[in-house]
């Protein structure tokens, strides 16, 4: 293309540094004039030639009056005045100077001596001459070394002169060829843009002969530029009859031009083939004009409109699927559009409808039309969105349920334009939602009697919780208080079997004292209410750790304590958890040699944990989901311990909103990670 469409302005050349470039010349060339001094030189030069033309000038006259002294001629004084006249010129040709100044002077000095002697032939008379003549030659030499500098400076004048033209053609060159590259690139440029349009772009010379057309055109139209050789858009038939050769034309002459929508069949083109093909579509034609204003080509952009109408299918297909319906009302005219779903939704003939706002609120039922109509006044009045959900009464006397939803445009000064908006059918949800209101009501019921079931039931496990306490308690005291009496009273009698059975017995009895204490606690850690408050988590953990030390002094572990934060928890329950977590980690690092257990933060699954971590025996993970099992034991009798503690702590655990889960290898030490957001769950007892 040879210029930018009618309105745009082509590309703007970067002669800003070409610019730059000739006023640098032009001032390295101002710069070595002034340096060199060339035009004083060269006008010093010009007054040498000047003054070198008189000094010999000044030479025949005096040849002539010294030959009329000589022969005695009485009448020399026109010589005279020649000679002075001839004196005064070189005089005023010498004054820019001051050495050849004092030689003139000494030469007119010399000349009035040699004047005022008597003329006669004297040897003494022609010496006088002679030293004359000499003061005249003086004035040569620098007269001719001024000539020789004069022509040297004109020489650097004309030289310089010469390079600086040669530059300045070289960067006018250069600005050429830049303006060259510059004018391709937007050239390429516009062409890649056409390419690359989801618009089908074709390009025509004014006679109508097609030049370019992008891929997109390509597949609209199902064949490519060489195949419309014989197509003249002129001589098309079709377009003449449906009035847009006349818009072709109209760009022809520069105008800007959009189409109405016309239906196009390949087939009827008989100057080209290609696949039948029907589209509906509008073009947009604008003219590209060159630098003096001539249309040089003029572009075509199509828009398919009946890609736009199968859109507009689906929408009325995907409204009808959903029963959301679109509707616009013309705040200036007050007429409303609806879309063919709002009709479906309202059951209303569409060609028996006034589609007006007061025509719609006649749709609404009577008992919420006010509402409605004040709901969308207040929407418009305050700028705000309008929602509302309301009830239609259909002719047949049923009732159906609409949520609607809108905004309004504005104009600068505030003035309402149009209102727009969607209805949705939501009969059916309203239908379901009674329905789910009953079962609701009859949910709440079963789960006020499930509570009072439950509440039963706790007061059956608190009962428990007291049998366990007290009476299963008595048989262990009775069986360990005889079993001391045996001990103290029969102890000599006894052999070491006897000895042995009874330690067996005393230690069994205190096993199932433990066993009892640890269901005990674990039946409290999920009946108790939480008491929520602030808790020190890290020192916490020191105070577990130096009862720890005082229990077990004979086994020296490193503890490292890297958490230093506050969580809400109950205090009680979260002191179980880390008795249970760091004895399990000091138990099982009795037989490391260098035994370290750290309580630190970590993460699990992108929320913040709290980590103990030991070196000690660790676990199989295969056996992982027993961990917290109760009663579940995954070492052998060389570790105390009765299989309810882990199951504490994940009770623990699970009452302030957390989880917890359990790492390890065997014989590399064992990791348990759990998180707490006691702040986000219910305070009361489990059931």
Known sequence: MTAPPTGTAGPKPAVVPLLALALAGVLLYGLYLYLQAVPARIQQGLRAQEAIRLLDAQRAPLLRLQAARIAGTPETAPLVQAVRRNLQAYRRASRHDTELSVLVADFNARLETWLAEPANDEPAASLHFIRLLESLARAEPPLHAAIRAGSQAEFGLWLGMSLLALWLILLFFLYQRQQRRRIEQAEKRLRAILDQSPFAIQIFDPDGTPRHMNPTAERLWGVRLADL???????????EAQGITSCFRRAVAGEAVTTPVVRYDTEQTSSVESPRKIVELRSHIYPLKDEDGQVREIIVMHEDVSALQAMQRRLTEAQRVARLGSWELDLRTRQLYWS??????????????????????????????????????????????????????????????????????YAADGTPLRSIGTVLDITDYKRLEAELSR???????????????????????????????????????????????????????????????????????????QLIDDLLTLSRTSQAPLRLESVDLGRLADEVVAQLRQRHPEHTVNFVNRVQATVPGDSRLLRILLENLLDNAWKYTGQTEQPEV??????????????????????DMAYADKLFGAFQRLHGREFPGSGIGLATVQRIVHRHGGRIIGEAEPNRGARFRFTLNAGQVDARPLP
């Open 229 to 239: 050789a014989r197509y003249n858009l002129l001589q098309d038939a079709q377009l």
């Open 340 to 409: 063919d779903e709002i009709y479906r939704i309202f059951e209303i003939d569409p060609h028996r409808f006034d589609a007006s706002y007061d025509a719609f609120l006649d749709a609404v039922h009577p008992e919420d039309r006010e509402a409605v109509n004040q709901a969308y006044l207040d929407s418009v009045a305050n700028r705000t969105e309008y929602e509302i959900q309301h009830r239609l009464l259909m002719p047949d006397g049923r009732i159906k349920y609409v949520h609607e939803r809108g905004k309004t445009d």
């Open 439 to 513: 079962h609701r009501d009859h949910l709440e019921e079963r789960v006020a009697q499930r509570t009072r079931e439950l509440a039963a039931v706790n007061a059956e496990l608190e009962s428990f919780s007291y049998s366990v306490s007290h009476d299963l308690r008595a048989p262990l005291r009775a069986i360990s208080g005889f079993s001391d009496a045996l001990r103290e009273d029969c102890g000599e009698q006894l052999d070491a079997a006897g000895r042995e059975y009874l330690d067996r017995i005393g230690a069994n009895v205190q096993r199932m004292t």
């Open 598 to 619: 750290v309580f630190e933060t970590g993460t699990l699954d992108d929320e913040t944990a709290f980590v103990v971590r030991d070196n000690g025996v660790g676990f």
